[in-house]
């Protein structure tokens, strides 16, 4: 039986492409905005990955099949897996955070995707409860090229970087290597604990950790 | 090429002046720094989806405050959307006056809001207009056989 870090692996070699040994990441975008859309696509374009643009969270989910029909694990309804998920935070109907409250509260393999929050916003209260809710990080708009190219080494290697940015919150991991150790057993996850006062949240979800440990190997 | 070298310049000019004068600030710098031959039009197409928006967005805001009861929420709802479209494309001088717009939702001001909407739709205006022409420029610049500074 395979441990859930190794099918992510596997799951992460099969899905994403390798174009000149660089892997091209799919990802889901959320926005009401029309012109939000259209930036973020050209964004995440400009820095190879693959995007699929929707309006609403009922439109994410419908994509990912949560929307009640049999639930097809984190790949859309074209095939393609998704890798990573970023979210308005502020959308009539379902909010950014009730969509990755949804998409965390799956039992199957799409709790594992990372989930990043876009807002206007830049409101502790709600940064903390979307970092609580398990996302990866809480992007201040308008989003920014370093803040994408930030995003997809992290996605790809399975670690955090520093950017050094005061205004985006991320959380640190408590070990925050460049280079991974080759295994890593998911029990020696830290558990979640984090300290209100601190900028920093050090640690992170036991399903979020296997997701950015799994290194591709290519 | 001497006219070539004038457009140039009229545009670099004109360029600084939008930034000087508050009218745009550094986040449409970073649109165009996603222009490239692949995308040669991606700055003129967002913008344009900007001013299909925010035109749409006051003729709401206009109706909304004309109401008898006046829906604050949903005239918020609609500054809000303002407030986001402008500032992914860097139209600073809109985007900071639906901060005090909001304010006025918040305090169900009516007259405030509506003070507010005129100041929005001529500031709206006045980057609509300054937008026009740089592109214009542009063309011009292209059309000459000069290539857009970066």
């Given at each position: 039986?395979?441990?859930?870090?190794?099918?992510?692996?596997?799951?992460?070699?099969?899905?994403?492409?390798?174009?000149?040994?660089?892997?091209?990441?799919?990802?889901?975008?959320?926005?009401?905005?029309?012109?939000?859309?259209?930036?973020?696509?050209?964004?995440?374009?400009?820095?190879?990955?693959?995007?699929?643009?929707?309006?609403?969270?009922?439109?994410?989910?419908?994509?990912?099949?949560?929307?009640?029909e049999k639930g097809k694990g984190s790949v859309g309804f074209d095939g393609l897996k998704v890798n990573l998920i970023m979210t308005d935070y502020s959308m009539p109907g379902m909010t950014g955070y009730e969509l990755l409250k949804k998409i965390k509260q799956e039992s199957s393999l799409l709790k594992e995707i990372p989930v990043v929050i876009m807002s206007s916003e830049n409101i502790l209260t709600r940064i903390?409860?979307?970092?609580?809710?398990?996302?990866?990080?809480?992007?201040?708009?308008?989003?920014?090229?370093?803040?994408?190219?930030?995003?997809?080494?992290?996605?790809?290697?399975?670690?955090?970087?520093?950017?050094?940015?005061?205004?985006?919150?991320?959380?640190?991991?408590?070990?925050?290597?460049?280079?991974?150790?080759?295994?890593?057993?998911?029990?020696?996850?830290?558990?979640?604990?984090?300290?209100?006062?601190?900028?920093?949240?050090?640690?992170?979800?036991?399903?979020?950790?296997?997701?950015?440990?799994?290194?591709?190997?290519? | 090429m001497d006219g070539v070298v004038q457009l140039q310049k009229q545009l670099v000019d004109y360029s600084a002046s939008l930034f000087d004068e508050g009218i745009l600030d550094e986040q449409f710098n970073q649109l165009q720094q996603l222009q490239d031959e692949s995308n040669p039009d991606f700055v003129v197409e967002v913008v344009s989806l900007f001013f299909e928006?925010?035109?749409?967005?006051?003729?709401?805001?206009?109706?909304?405050?004309?109401?008898?009861?006046?829906?604050?929420?949903?005239?918020?709802?609609?500054?809000?959307?303002?407030?986001g479209s402008s500032s992914s494309i860097g139209a600073q001088r809109v985007q900071k006056l639906c901060i005090g717009f909001r304010n006025y939702c918040e305090e169900l001001n009516t007259e405030g809001c509506l003070k507010c909407l005129q100041q929005v739709k001529h500031e709206y205006s006045l980057v609509k207009t300054k937008l026009e022409t740089l592109f214009k420029l542009e063309r011009q610049l292209i059309a000459a056989g000069g290539s857009i500074p970066t």
């Open positions: 039986m395979e441990t859930a870090r190794q099918v992510c692996r596997r799951n992460l070699q099969e899905s994403v492409e390798v174009c000149d040994g660089s892997p091209e990441l799919h990802v889901l975008a959320v926005d009401d905005s029309l012109v939000d859309r259209k930036v973020i696509e050209r964004l995440l374009k400009i820095s190879s990955c693959k995007v699929t643009a929707v309006e609403s969270g009922t439109r994410a989910l419908q994509y990912l099949g949560l929307d009640g903390d409860r979307c970092l609580e809710e398990g996302a990866e990080e809480y992007l201040v708009k308008p989003v920014k090229l370093a803040d994408v190219k930030r995003l997809k080494d992290f996605i790809i290697r399975g670690e955090g970087k520093d950017s050094g940015e005061t205004r985006i919150r991320k959380r640190r991991r408590q070990d925050d290597h460049t280079s991974l150790p080759q295994s890593v057993p998911l029990s020696s996850s830290p558990a979640l604990a984090f300290d209100p006062l601190s900028t920093l949240m050090p640690s992170s979800s036991p399903s979020a950790c296997s997701t950015k440990r799994a290194k591709l190997r290519i | 928006d925010s035109e749409r967005l006051l003729n709401e805001l206009g109706k909304a405050l004309e109401q008898q009861t006046v829906d604050f929420k949903k005239v918020d709802a609609h500054v809000h959307q303002l407030k």
